[in-house]
Protein backbone atom coordinates (compact mmCIF):
# COMPACT_ATOMS: atom_id res chain seq x y z
CA UNK A 1 0.00 0.00 0.00
CA UNK A 2 1.48 3.27 -0.68
CA UNK A 3 2.13 6.71 1.61
CA UNK A 4 1.56 9.83 0.79
CA UNK A 5 4.23 11.77 1.42
CA UNK A 6 3.95 14.33 4.34
CA UNK A 7 3.26 17.77 3.36
CA UNK A 8 7.24 19.27 4.06
CA UNK A 9 8.22 16.61 1.49
CA UNK A 10 5.41 16.69 -1.18
CA UNK A 11 6.20 20.72 -0.82
CA UNK A 12 9.48 20.87 -1.23
CA UNK A 13 10.22 23.41 -4.25
CA UNK A 14 11.72 21.50 -7.83
CA UNK A 15 13.90 25.06 -8.93
CA UNK A 16 14.93 28.39 -7.29
CA UNK A 17 12.13 30.51 -7.78
CA UNK A 18 9.33 28.46 -5.34
CA UNK A 19 12.72 28.87 -2.87
CA UNK A 20 11.39 31.00 0.32
CA UNK A 21 13.63 32.43 2.45
CA UNK A 22 17.39 33.13 2.98
CA UNK A 23 17.22 36.61 1.21
CA UNK A 24 20.52 37.18 2.31
CA UNK A 25 22.19 34.52 0.59
CA UNK A 26 20.93 35.31 -3.08
CA UNK A 27 23.84 37.03 -4.06
CA UNK A 28 26.45 34.60 -2.92
CA UNK A 29 23.88 31.54 -4.65
CA UNK A 30 23.36 33.40 -8.13
CA UNK A 31 27.77 33.52 -7.85
CA UNK A 32 27.79 30.06 -7.06
CA UNK A 33 25.73 28.90 -9.77
CA UNK A 34 27.66 31.10 -12.20
CA UNK A 35 31.14 29.86 -11.27
CA UNK A 36 32.77 27.56 -13.71
CA UNK A 37 32.33 24.54 -10.60
CA UNK A 38 30.36 24.64 -7.86
CA UNK A 39 32.63 24.72 -5.28
CA UNK A 40 32.32 22.07 -2.03
CA UNK A 41 29.60 23.74 0.69
CA UNK A 42 28.73 23.45 4.40
CA UNK A 43 24.86 24.88 5.22
CA UNK A 44 25.01 25.75 8.87
CA UNK A 45 21.20 26.84 10.36
CA UNK A 46 18.25 25.93 12.36
CA UNK A 47 16.02 23.24 11.34
CA UNK A 48 13.23 23.80 8.73
CA UNK A 49 15.19 26.63 7.44
CA UNK A 50 15.87 24.85 3.77
CA UNK A 51 19.23 23.84 4.50
CA UNK A 52 18.75 20.53 2.51
CA UNK A 53 16.17 22.13 -0.13
CA UNK A 54 19.02 24.43 -0.82
CA UNK A 55 21.74 21.82 -1.62
CA UNK A 56 19.45 20.20 -3.43
CA UNK A 57 18.55 22.70 -5.53
CA UNK A 58 22.32 23.85 -5.90
CA UNK A 59 23.02 20.08 -6.91
CA UNK A 60 20.71 19.79 -9.38
CA UNK A 61 21.28 23.00 -11.15
CA UNK A 62 25.07 21.62 -11.43
CA UNK A 63 23.78 18.67 -13.37
CA UNK A 64 25.65 15.50 -13.05
CA UNK A 65 25.12 12.53 -11.00
CA UNK A 66 23.93 13.62 -7.07
CA UNK A 67 23.89 11.18 -4.15
CA UNK A 68 22.14 11.89 -0.93
CA UNK A 69 22.47 10.37 1.98
CA UNK A 70 22.28 11.24 5.99
CA UNK A 71 24.97 10.94 8.04
CA UNK A 72 23.20 9.00 10.63
CA UNK A 73 22.52 6.00 8.43
CA UNK A 74 25.71 6.49 6.12
CA UNK A 75 28.66 4.38 7.58
CA UNK A 76 32.09 4.67 6.19
CA UNK A 77 31.69 1.25 4.04
CA UNK A 78 28.57 2.03 2.72
CA UNK A 79 30.00 5.69 1.58
CA UNK A 80 33.09 3.95 -0.39
CA UNK A 81 31.01 1.51 -2.34
CA UNK A 82 28.06 4.33 -3.04
CA UNK A 83 30.12 7.19 -4.26
CA UNK A 84 31.54 5.49 -7.47
CA UNK A 85 30.57 7.64 -10.19
CA UNK A 86 29.07 9.95 -7.86
CA UNK A 87 29.55 13.41 -8.93
CA UNK A 88 27.99 15.49 -6.14
CA UNK A 89 27.27 14.28 -2.84
CA UNK A 90 24.29 16.11 -0.79
CA UNK A 91 25.31 15.29 3.17
CA UNK A 92 22.89 15.83 6.29
CA UNK A 93 23.88 16.22 9.51
CA UNK A 94 27.36 16.45 9.24
CA UNK A 95 28.07 16.65 12.43
CA UNK A 96 26.67 13.48 13.36
CA UNK A 97 30.30 12.20 11.94
CA UNK A 98 32.95 11.27 14.38
CA UNK A 99 35.90 13.64 14.00
CA UNK A 100 37.76 10.30 12.03
CA UNK A 101 35.03 10.05 9.98
CA UNK A 102 35.13 13.83 8.66
CA UNK A 103 39.04 12.79 7.63
CA UNK A 104 37.20 9.90 5.22
CA UNK A 105 36.07 13.05 3.34
CA UNK A 106 39.73 14.97 3.14
CA UNK A 107 41.26 13.39 0.41
CA UNK A 108 38.38 13.68 -1.55
CA UNK A 109 37.55 17.12 -1.61
CA UNK A 110 41.29 17.77 -1.98
CA UNK A 111 41.42 16.05 -5.57
CA UNK A 112 38.09 17.33 -6.75
CA UNK A 113 37.12 13.65 -6.86
CA UNK A 114 33.46 14.90 -5.65
CA UNK A 115 31.69 17.78 -4.98
CA UNK A 116 30.04 17.79 -1.07
CA UNK A 117 26.91 19.64 0.03
CA UNK A 118 26.78 19.13 3.43
CA UNK A 119 24.01 20.41 6.23
CA UNK A 120 24.56 20.87 9.64
CA UNK A 121 22.20 22.13 12.47
CA UNK A 122 25.18 22.66 15.04
CA UNK A 123 28.29 25.12 14.93
CA UNK A 124 30.51 23.82 12.43
CA UNK A 125 33.53 25.81 14.69
CA UNK A 126 32.89 22.89 17.36
CA UNK A 127 31.46 19.32 15.34
CA UNK A 128 33.39 20.08 11.72
CA UNK A 129 37.65 19.23 12.18
CA UNK A 130 39.65 22.23 10.89
CA UNK A 131 40.82 20.18 8.12
CA UNK A 132 37.66 19.35 6.53
CA UNK A 133 36.25 23.21 7.18
CA UNK A 134 39.56 24.69 5.20
CA UNK A 135 37.97 22.67 2.20
CA UNK A 136 34.60 24.03 2.33
CA UNK A 137 32.51 27.17 1.95
CA UNK A 138 30.46 28.22 4.80
CA UNK A 139 26.63 29.20 4.50
CA UNK A 140 24.37 30.41 7.48
CA UNK A 141 20.93 30.18 7.11
CA UNK A 142 18.96 32.00 8.76
CA UNK A 143 14.87 31.43 10.58
CA UNK A 144 13.09 32.02 8.09
CA UNK A 145 10.72 35.24 9.10
CA UNK A 146 6.59 35.15 10.02
CA UNK A 147 5.84 36.69 6.13
CA UNK A 148 7.90 34.40 4.19
CA UNK A 149 6.34 31.01 6.45
CA UNK A 150 2.86 33.14 5.99
CA UNK A 151 3.69 32.71 2.39
CA UNK A 152 4.67 29.02 3.13
CA UNK A 153 1.92 28.07 5.05
CA UNK A 154 -0.66 29.34 2.08
CA UNK A 155 1.02 27.44 -0.22
CA UNK A 156 0.57 23.93 2.55
CA UNK A 157 -2.74 25.07 2.93
CA UNK A 158 -4.05 25.23 -0.72
CA UNK A 159 -2.28 21.65 -1.45
CA UNK A 160 -4.10 20.49 1.52
CA UNK A 161 -7.30 21.76 -0.39
CA UNK A 162 -8.25 23.45 3.55
CA UNK A 163 -9.61 26.68 3.43
CA UNK A 164 -7.95 28.13 6.44
CA UNK A 165 -8.34 32.21 7.16
CA UNK A 166 -5.38 34.81 7.56
CA UNK A 167 -5.70 34.80 11.28
CA UNK A 168 -4.87 30.74 11.36
CA UNK A 169 -2.18 31.05 9.38
CA UNK A 170 -0.82 33.99 11.17
CA UNK A 171 -0.88 32.13 14.02
CA UNK A 172 0.65 28.99 12.86
CA UNK A 173 3.35 30.86 11.33
CA UNK A 174 4.17 32.55 15.18
CA UNK A 175 4.15 29.31 16.83
CA UNK A 176 6.67 27.50 14.16
CA UNK A 177 9.47 29.78 15.60
CA UNK A 178 11.18 30.26 12.14
CA UNK A 179 10.73 26.00 11.20
CA UNK A 180 9.34 25.43 8.02
CA UNK A 181 9.03 21.65 8.51
CA UNK A 182 7.40 22.48 11.84
CA UNK A 183 4.74 24.91 9.96
CA UNK A 184 3.78 22.47 7.36
CA UNK A 185 3.58 19.64 9.75
CA UNK A 186 1.39 21.84 11.64
CA UNK A 187 -1.53 23.09 8.53
CA UNK A 188 -1.23 19.29 7.29
CA UNK A 189 -2.63 18.84 10.91
CA UNK A 190 -5.03 21.39 10.94
CA UNK A 191 -6.27 20.41 7.25
CA UNK A 192 -7.21 16.92 8.78
CA UNK A 193 -9.59 18.53 11.49
CA UNK A 194 -13.18 19.08 10.50
CA UNK A 195 -13.82 22.18 8.85
CA UNK A 196 -16.09 23.81 11.60
CA UNK A 197 -13.19 23.36 13.80
CA UNK A 198 -10.42 25.58 11.74
CA UNK A 199 -11.27 28.72 13.95
CA UNK A 200 -8.36 30.55 15.33
CA UNK A 201 -9.97 29.62 18.83
CA UNK A 202 -10.86 25.97 18.10
CA UNK A 203 -6.99 25.63 16.63
CA UNK A 204 -5.47 27.42 19.98
CA UNK A 205 -7.36 24.55 21.99
CA UNK A 206 -6.80 21.63 20.12
CA UNK A 207 -2.89 22.11 18.63
CA UNK A 208 -0.32 19.45 19.23
CA UNK A 209 2.14 21.01 22.04
CA UNK A 210 5.01 22.72 20.82
CA UNK A 211 8.16 22.52 22.31
CA UNK A 212 10.86 25.46 22.53
CA UNK A 213 13.62 24.66 20.49
CA UNK A 214 16.91 24.37 22.81
CA UNK A 215 19.29 22.42 23.77
CA UNK A 216 21.59 21.88 27.07
CA UNK A 217 25.12 21.54 25.38
CA UNK A 218 24.96 23.75 22.10
CA UNK A 219 24.84 27.31 21.22
CA UNK A 220 20.93 27.87 22.55
CA UNK A 221 22.10 26.84 25.88
CA UNK A 222 24.96 29.78 26.39
CA UNK A 223 22.88 32.35 23.77
CA UNK A 224 19.76 32.19 26.30
CA UNK A 225 22.17 32.45 29.63
CA UNK A 226 24.07 35.31 27.83
CA UNK A 227 20.98 37.05 26.95
CA UNK A 228 19.55 36.40 30.52
CA UNK A 229 22.22 37.90 32.17
CA UNK A 230 23.02 40.62 29.66
CA UNK A 231 19.09 41.91 30.40
CA UNK A 232 20.04 42.16 34.20
CA UNK A 233 22.58 44.17 33.41
CA UNK A 234 21.20 46.53 31.04
CA UNK A 235 18.05 46.65 33.65
CA UNK A 236 15.49 45.14 31.38
CA UNK A 237 13.57 43.18 33.47
CA UNK A 238 10.88 42.30 30.45
CA UNK A 239 13.51 40.58 28.74
CA UNK A 240 15.04 39.30 31.81
CA UNK A 241 12.02 37.05 32.82
CA UNK A 242 11.18 36.15 28.70
CA UNK A 243 14.96 34.64 28.78
CA UNK A 244 14.27 33.15 32.30
CA UNK A 245 11.21 31.87 30.76
CA UNK A 246 13.11 30.15 27.31
CA UNK A 247 15.44 28.45 29.75
CA UNK A 248 12.52 27.18 31.68
CA UNK A 249 10.44 25.87 29.11
CA UNK A 250 13.46 24.69 27.25
CA UNK A 251 13.79 22.15 29.84
CA UNK A 252 17.30 23.95 31.37
CA UNK A 253 18.59 22.11 34.73
CA UNK A 254 17.21 24.66 37.56
CA UNK A 255 20.66 24.45 39.44
CA UNK A 256 22.29 26.14 36.47
CA UNK A 257 19.98 28.83 36.04
CA UNK A 258 20.56 29.28 39.90
CA UNK A 259 24.23 29.48 39.88
CA UNK A 260 23.99 32.35 36.82
CA UNK A 261 21.76 34.35 38.65
CA UNK A 262 24.13 34.04 41.64
CA UNK A 263 26.89 35.16 39.36
CA UNK A 264 24.81 37.85 37.97
CA UNK A 265 23.69 39.16 41.51
CA UNK A 266 27.77 39.21 42.62
CA UNK A 267 29.17 40.33 39.53
CA UNK A 268 27.08 42.74 38.33
CA UNK A 269 24.79 43.86 40.65
CA UNK A 270 27.11 43.56 43.71
CA UNK A 271 29.89 45.29 42.39
CA UNK A 272 27.92 47.98 40.58
CA UNK A 273 26.23 48.72 44.20
CA UNK A 274 28.89 47.74 46.83
CA UNK A 275 27.47 50.00 49.75
CA UNK A 276 23.84 48.36 49.02
CA UNK A 277 25.23 44.69 49.67
CA UNK A 278 28.34 44.26 51.92
CA UNK A 279 27.37 46.65 54.96
CA UNK A 280 25.17 43.39 55.79
CA UNK A 281 26.15 40.77 58.15
CA UNK A 282 27.71 37.88 56.62
CA UNK A 283 25.13 35.71 58.84
CA UNK A 284 22.60 37.44 57.05
CA UNK A 285 23.70 36.21 53.55
CA UNK A 286 23.59 33.04 54.51
CA UNK A 287 19.92 33.09 55.57
CA UNK A 288 18.90 34.62 52.50
Given at each position: ???????????RP???????GQ????????????A??????????P?????????????????G????L???EAG?Q????????V?????D????????Q???????????E???????T??P?F????Q?????H?L??R????E????L????A????A?????VLGF??G?SN???R?L?????????????K??L??V?QN???????H?????????????L???I?G?DP????YY??C??E????????????I?????D?GL??P?Y???????????L
Open positions: MSVSQPLPESLEDFAAFVEHLAARIKSLLSPRLPSLLLFGPGCGKSTLALLLARARGTVLRSAPLQLRRQLNGDILVLELHRFSKAQDFFLPLLESGITMLATTENSSVTRLLSRLVRLPLLKELVTAKRGEKEGDLDDDLAVGDATLNLIEYVASMPEDRSNERLPEILSRDKDGDNHYELASAIKSRSDAALLALVGGEDPRFICRRLLSASEIALLLWPWPVSRLWN
